[in-house]
């Protein structure tokens, strides 16, 4: 009884810390994925400056250290027409990964892009207004 407690007791602990690393590579995904977002569309948004200078100066307090087994993010910007893409990456570093992993591979591979459309906001405002007061002065006339 004690030889199958000590195998059942290590499976156990093997797959905690397994589950573990999975929550983390999960959050770090989903985080990745919000921040890209996130300073995606903020830039979109800006009036006085280019956007993809703002997101140039904003990008490294935008992901800053919150990810889990994360050395750095990669990032690239990348600005065509009337849209912005952000594109990130990251590895999360695996203990085990000789049974964590895929043969050959030692890290488990985060990529995420976000893209937003360049907007100004005032002016689609002023615009619906605009519409909405000649739909009115149009319904009066007939």
Not at 4 to 16: P, S, Y
Not at 114 to 128: C, D, G, V, W, Y
Request: charged share 20%; hydrophobic share 45%; proline share 2%.
């Amino acid at each position: 009884m004690t030889l199958e407690a000590g195998f059942l007791v290590t499976w156990v602990i093997f797959l905690m810390v397994f589950l573990i690393y999975l929550s983390f590579y999960l959050y770090d995904r989903c985080v990745l994925f919000q921040d890209a977002y996130a300073i995606c569309f903020r830039g979109s948004i800006q009036k006085e400056i280019n956007p993809a200078d703002y997101i140039n100066s904003h990008i490294e307090e935008q992901f800053g250290t919150k990810y889990f087994g994360v050395g750095k993010v990669d990032t690239d910007i990348e600005q065509s027409g009337a849209e912005v893409h952000v594109y990130a990456g990251c590895v999360v570093k695996v203990p085990f990964h000789n049974f964590l992993t895929l043969a050959g591979r030692s890290e488990w591979m985060i990529e995420t892009e976000a893209k937003a459309q360049i907007i100004n906001p005032t002016k689609i405002i002023r615009m619906s207004r605009m519409i909405e007061r000649g739909s009115e002065i149009g319904s009066k006339i007939f």
